[in-house]
């Protein structure tokens, strides 16, 4: 029986495992594209002022001015700065976030016997909990209220 209940243990230690990464990794994903735009958003605001004055009148500083606008405008590092910004904060956040889950599934996967016993009730018990909140709305205050 001790090898049936290790198995078990193990398989809810990757569902939990695999709930948790799966999660993190879509957030991140989101996350990812929000930072991007937003840097490439102040990115443009900046490049547009800076190519709005001339300190003289002057045909070729103008030109030089529109071809370097041009150039920074299309330089694909700002995009993806962002995106790995994004994806590396929304990632960590969303762990952050899932910190009990993720020590649950830890402990059902790495440890042995009573101890595994405890991450796998834990991630049960932890998805009966989301289930409950998220699902039924119980102990969540409602926006309507």
């Not at 996350?31 to 003289?56: C, G, I, P, W, Y």
């Not at 059902?108 to 101890?115: E, F, I, M, R, V």
């Amino acid at each position: 029986m001790g090898t049936l209940a290790n198995i078990v243990c193990k398989g809810v230690g990757i569902a939990g495992m695999s709930a948790v990464i799966y999660d993190a990794a879509s957030v991140a994903k989101l996350n990812s594209k929000r930072v991007s735009q937003a840097m490439d958003a102040d990115h443009f605001e900046k490049v547009h002022a800076d190519t709005r004055t001339l300190s003289t009148e002057s045909h070729i500083n103008n030109a030089m001015q529109k071809k370097l606008q041009n150039w920074r405008m299309n330089n694909p590092v700002i995009s993806f700065t962002g995106s790995v910004k994004g994806y590396v904060g929304g990632f960590l956040g969303s762990l952050g976030d899932n910190i009990i889950p993720t020590a649950f599934a830890s402990l059902a996967l790495a440890a042995k016997g009573t101890a595994s016993k405890v991450g796998a009730w834990g991630v049960a018990g932890y998805a009966l909990y989301t289930i409950l909140k998220e699902g039924f709305g119980f102990s969540k205050k409602s926006p309507m209220d």
